[in-house]
């Protein structure tokens, strides 16, 4: 079988509730030792999918492979799959080292290296001093470490982790994101993970998967949904974007030109399945378009007026309205003190071909 | 601004509480304090004497029937635990549309009146009741079985009658355990059995407990389901209390018996409190409170706990395991869960036994006959022409709707803004001032009877429809305030904040924006008390002194002479009734949730 090189594999997964579509035709495949991220906005079905990996949930179509056999039905307790819920769940009525110990009990073993076992894992997430306390006891943080010990000391092959920096603070997810990117280093575990942080996904992630209306949107790695979004809701969803309508003009080789509404011609990497006259649209990504002198030169040049320019620390957004009025934005590092650019004035911005990338849907 | 001003300044705002506070203290602790001293004095005199105290112990007979009462309501209470148990597991963890359709049938026997269904229990467990008819016709018995009158009628009839309560309190505490927590446990390798018996189980015990103290409390109190269904061998404490006063005008013994009764009770409340809190009450889920488990004995207790819940985990998973190996679960298809089945089944079976029953009073209703037998002899309406060309009969059920009309009018009236000034202001004492508003409820309600029938006699209340409205709004007023507190609590304050800075006066906020979004909550609490007030007999008993009766106190004085067809047709009504009502009420409920 194919799937037997996979740690975690889904097949044209599906799940209705009702007329409610929560999830379809998803699919990927998950690689020993990777980090992959469900990335998407709130319900896009990505706690579904997990769910379903999870055993929690039965799709109504499609099939769940771990390590190479069959799982999609399986129970929970059959699939050697951890996971960290998103309000941690925690028991309530067991202290934490009895949370810890549970996934162990249920397996037998014996209390010697039960105590070893869990001592051991809160060393990793330095909290030896709270083996005796209730849950209710500890902070969020501190929670968030248990529920990942919890989840850890087993070595289940694969941990599963929904939104579980979501309760936190904004600091203290920071310093949580390094560390679960850091055991994950360390010991090598096999996550799929979700969030709604397009940022903490590109901070975390091997890979993303980009999910939008129960649908897996685009798969790759933070820099290929960056530099080379497939759609118009990936490219808005991960980073700033400007898009402007267009219309192909010719495909040569490697090199696609296209015509803005105003005429200006834009050239862009061919893209797949592009064809001549067909409507499209390129984007480029702020930090990308520069405000060109008289004198400048780039591949791709648009003029327009100037709209406003806002001074943001460390760097400066100019806004500007181009080819039928549609409103860009460039974005460069404040090098010193803006003058002589003034609002309504006319402008020249430009790009590279390279940074160009024509969107079809 | 004075110091004391401003110490005084939160007590302003909680002038709502004023008229409640007043209201219980005139028609509630003062004449229950007053039967309670009664039972330490010379009768007729202000000399203190223990004679009363010393009658009560030395006679075998009080201390064989507290013995009796303590029994039968701890029977009641585990029956009606057990029974309840998987029901409530059931609707806390279904769907949503499934819980709101089965809830209707808990709810239904709930608010049912305790005489309906005790006449039930009597149509079907009789001599010549439903089922000794159909275990004859079926050839398992040759001679009727004794069925009624003795301790298993008793016990059939009181489960019954409690095990909704029982269902409710316990569903209230599950619903807030979190779905999560069974399933983090599936992830981390426990099974079916592992992942109810440590993990819900141990959070569900809290609900169980105060369901238990709830059925066992107001068991203590039972006399209707005795009287009826129960032999001499099953006399409740409460029917010695009515015997004392109805028949022998001995008020201080009355009130000897009553502290007897109360102490009771009270002990039950210590031992409860002492062992799990008394928030578990409102429906909180709570664990040992603090950090970890200091005190020994909880240790050592939580420690054997442990291993039991974990060996009956076991035991229902080799059962699994069992099972699964005759019938493999494959990983290819979705298969339904065995034990899910079992419950459903289970639980089934429970609310037929709690619906059912009451439905045998229709066919009875329509008999020619002139007694209670089955199958009924159709076809005849003459029992309800009997109930509607009764004078008395019918005064009763006028007499009724506008006592429960005006009682749980009056109890809103006072009961609703002291519910708002509990959620909204802090204030000092506000743990107290709930205990006093809520003791109605815990205090058996006979004792409450009783110390009004005698305080009513000196006012001269006794047999009037007022001495009823106030009676019964002391009842009514500790639910619409828990009724309308709980629905503050889910009331986002904002909202009000918000229609304050848009100008409105507190005033307009209330009418415009407050009152408009909790209707649905305080037409329940209306609903509520009314009912409270329809169903009531303890009170009506006493205080109608045998003029003004109520259905109930009507049906009750018929049922003790004969139980008869006319009250088949009587409940009847009263079923098409209480039916409309919920009906009613959930349509009104989820037409405001669809909003
Ligand atoms: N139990 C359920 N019943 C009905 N609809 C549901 C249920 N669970 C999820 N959904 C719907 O499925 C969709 C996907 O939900 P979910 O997987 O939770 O999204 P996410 O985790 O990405 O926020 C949402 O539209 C949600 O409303
Ligand atoms: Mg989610």
Redesign the interface.
């Known amino acids: 079988m194919t799937n037997a090189k996979h740690k975690l594999t889904v097949r044209d997964l599906r799940k209705t509730y009702g007329p409610v579509v929560a999830l379809t035709e998803a699919a990927f495949d998950l690689e020993e030792g990777e980090f992959l991220t469900l990335l998407g906005p709130s319900g896009s079905g990505k706690t579904t999918m997990l769910m379903i990996i ?3 949930i ?1 799709p109504d179509r499609g ?1 769940v492979w771990i390590d190479g ?9 059959k ?1 050697d ?3 960290v ?1 998103q ?1 941690y ?1 925690l ?3 067991m ?1 934490v080292y009895e949370n810890i110990a ?2 162990l ?3 037998n073993m014996a209390t010697d290296k039960i105590r070893q076992e869990v001592g051991r894992v809160l060393d990793i997430v330095r909290l030896p001093q709270v083996a ?3 849950p ?2 500890l902070s969020g943080g501190q929670q968030q470490r248990i529920a990942l010990a ?2 850890m000391v ?1 070595r289940p092959s694969i941990i ?1 982790m929904d939104e579980p920096l979501g309760a936190l603070d904004k600091k203290l997810r920071d310093q949580m994101q390094l560390e679960i990117k850091q055991l994950h280093t360390e010991l090598g575990i096999t996550a799929l993970y979700v969030t709604h942080d397009q940022e903490e996904a590109m901070i975390m992630s091997d890979r993303i998967c980009l999910m939008n209306e129960a649908r897996i949107e685009q798969l790759g790695t933070p820099a290929d949904l960056y530099f080379k979004p497939r759609t118009v809701f990936a490219a808005g969803f991960l980073g700033e974007s400007n898009l402007l309508e267009a219309t192909v003009e010719a495909v040569v080789g490697d090199r696609t030109t296209v015509k803005t509404p105003d005429g200006a011609l834009v050239r862009a990497p061919t893209a797949d399945g592009i064809a001549v006259g067909q409507a499209v649209k390129l984007m480029v990504r702020p930090e990308r378009l520069a405000l060109l002198g008289p004198a400048d030169s780039a591949d791709n040049v648009v003029e327009g007026t100037l709209d406003q320019v806002i001074m943001v620390g460390g760097v400066t957004k100019y806004y500007a309205r181009v080819a039928g009025d549609r409103a860009v934005s460039a974005t460069r590092l404040t090098l010193g003190p803006i003058s002589g650019l003034e609002r309504g004035q006319r402008v020249r911005l430009g790009w590279s071909a390279d940074s160009t990338v024509l969107l079809t849907a | 601004m004075s110091a004391l001003a401003q110490r005084l300044r939160p007590w302003r705002a909680a002038w709502p509480l004023i008229p409640v506070l007043l209201f219980l203290g005139v028609v509630f602790l003062y004449p229950v304090g007053q039967l309670l001293m009664l039972s330490g004095l010379e009768k007729g005199t202000s000399v203190l004497t223990l004679a009363h105290y010393e009658r009560l112990f030395t006679s075998n007979l009080y201390f064989r029937v507290l013995v009796i009462t303590l029994e039968t309501s701890a029977w009641c209470t585990f029956f009606a635990i057990v029974g309840g148990y998987p029901v409530a597991y059931l609707l806390a963890t279904t769907s949503e549309r499934r819980r709101n359709n089965l809830m209707i049938w808990v709810l239904l026997p709930f608010w049912t009146s305790f005489l309906v269904r005790t006449f039930a229990w009597i149509v079907l467990l009789g001599r010549n009741g439903a089922i000794n008819k159909w275990l004859q016709a079926l050839g398992l018995t040759d001679a009727p079985l004794a069925l009624i009158y003795n301790f298993t009628g008793v016990m059939i009839g009181m489960s019954h009658a409690l095990m909704p309560l029982a269902i409710l309190t316990m569903v209230s505490v599950m619903e807030n355990i979190d779905a999560n927590l069974p399933r983090a446990a599936a992830t981390l390798g426990a099974r079916g059995g592992q992942a109810f018996w440590r993990i819900y189980f141990p959070l569900s015990l809290p609900g169980v407990a105060a369901a238990g103290l709830l059925v066992f409390i107001t068991a203590l109190g039972f006399f209707i389901t005795p009287a009826l269904l129960g032999g001499r061998l099953q006399t409740m404490i409460t029917q010695i209390i009515i015997t004392q006063v109805q028949e022998l005008l001995n008020w201080a013994f009355a009130g000897a018996v009553s502290m007897l009764l109360l102490v009771t009770a009270l002990i039950v409340f210590y031992f409860y409190d002492r062992a799990l809190g008394m928030s578990t009450l409102a429906g909180e889920t709570t664990t040992s409170q603090g950090g970890g488990r200091r005190n020994p004995i909880a240790a050592i207790a939580a420690w054997i706990g442990d291993i039991l819940l974990g060996l009956i985990g076991r035991i229902c998973d080799a059962v699994s395991i069992v099972y699964e190996r005759l019938v493999p679960r494959p990983a290819d298809r979705l298969t339904r869960q065995w034990s899910r089945t079992v419950l459903g089944v289970v639980a089934f079976l429970i609310i037929g036994f709690l619906a059912a029953p009451t439905f045998f009073i229709v066919p009875v209703s329509f008999t020619t006959d002139a007694f209670i037998e089955w199958p009924p002899k159709f076809y005849s309406m003459r029992w309800y022409d009997a109930y509607f060309d009764s004078p008395i009969w019918m005064a009763a059920t006028v007499r009724s709707l506008v006592v429960a009309t005006a009682s749980a009018g009056l109890a809103m009236l006072i009961g609703a803004p002291a519910a708002f000034v509990l959620v909204r202001q802090r204030i000092m004492g506000k743990t107290a001032m709930l205990a006093f508003i809520l003791s109605p409820l815990i205090i058996p309600r006979i004792i409450i009877a009783v110390a009004l029938f005698y305080f009513y006699a000196r006012v001269g209340l006794i047999g009037t429809s007022i001495g009823l409205i106030l009676g019964h709004a002391v009842l009514a007023i500790p639910y619409v305030v828990v009724t309308v507190m709980a629905v503050l609590k889910n009331y986002d304050e904002r909202l009000d904040q918000a229609a304050g800075s848009l100008g409105a006066t507190p005033l307009r906020t209330l009418w415009h924006i407050t009152i408009p979004l909790i209707r649905s909550g305080l037409v329940a609490a209306f609903l509520f008390a009314f009912i409270t007030s329809f169903d009531e007999l303890t009170i009506a008993l006493f205080v109608s002194g045998g003029l003004a009766t109520t259905l109930p106190k009507q049906m009750w004085d018929d049922a003790l002479l004969k139980v008869n067809p006319t009250l088949a047709a009587v409940s009847t009504i009263l079923l098409v009734f209480i039916t409309i009502v919920i009906l009613l009420a959930e349509y009104l409920r989820r037409r405001s949730v669809v909003r």
């Open positions: 999870a055993g929690l039965q099939e056999k069959l799982a999609t039905f399986a129970p929970s307790y699939r799959i951890g996971m819920f309000n769940a028991f309530p009525h202290t549970f996934p009990r249920m397996r005796d306390r209730l209710r006891a919890r989840c087993y599963l």
